[in-house]
């Protein structure tokens, strides 16, 4: 089992940074791929980025492509997401997701349904 919290969401000015932190509990976090996901209000949950269990291989939406940044810390059982350049359309609730089941720690997917562990999420407001 793994548990996910979010955190370092907030409001921030078209043009700025965040950065996100997904701490994670449950034995053996380092051999599961993750990802973060967001959903804006009256939209379906979106792929924002996906990195392996070991770190070695990342991917992200052509949105945030450039933009954003996904890393982790397997010794603090952490994955980060830095976001530059900050624009409205980024608004939304940010979630970190673990995979179902474990693979090789070289996989990732951007599909939602490769991942079964998700936290409870964090707003990201961009003013204008």
């Known amino acids: 089992q793994v548990q996910l919290v979010e955190s370092g969401g907030g409001l921030v000015q078209a043009g700025g940074s965040l950065r996100l932190s997904c701490a994670a509990s449950?034995?053996?976090?380092?051999?599961?791929?993750s990802a973060w996901f967001r959903q804006a209000p009256g939209k379906e949950r979106e792929f924002v980025s996906t990195?392996?269990?070991?770190?070695?291989?990342?991917y992200y939406a052509d949105s945030v492509k450039g933009r954003f940044t996904v890393s982790r810390d397997n010794a603090k059982n952490m994955v980060y997401l830095q976001m530059n350049d900050l624009k409205r359309e980024d608004t939304a609730v940010y979630y970190c997701?673990?995979?179902?089941?474990?693979?090789?720690?070289?996989?990732?997917?951007?599909?939602?349904?490769?991942?079964?562990?998700w936290g409870p999420g964090t707003q990201v407001t961009v003013s204008s």
């Open positions: 449950g034995r053996n976090f380092a051999i599961y791929a």
């Open positions: 990195i392996s269990g070991s770190g070695s291989n990342t």
């Open positions: 997701a673990a995979a179902k089941r474990i693979y090789s720690d070289s996989t990732y997917s951007s599909d939602i349904s490769f991942y079964g562990y």
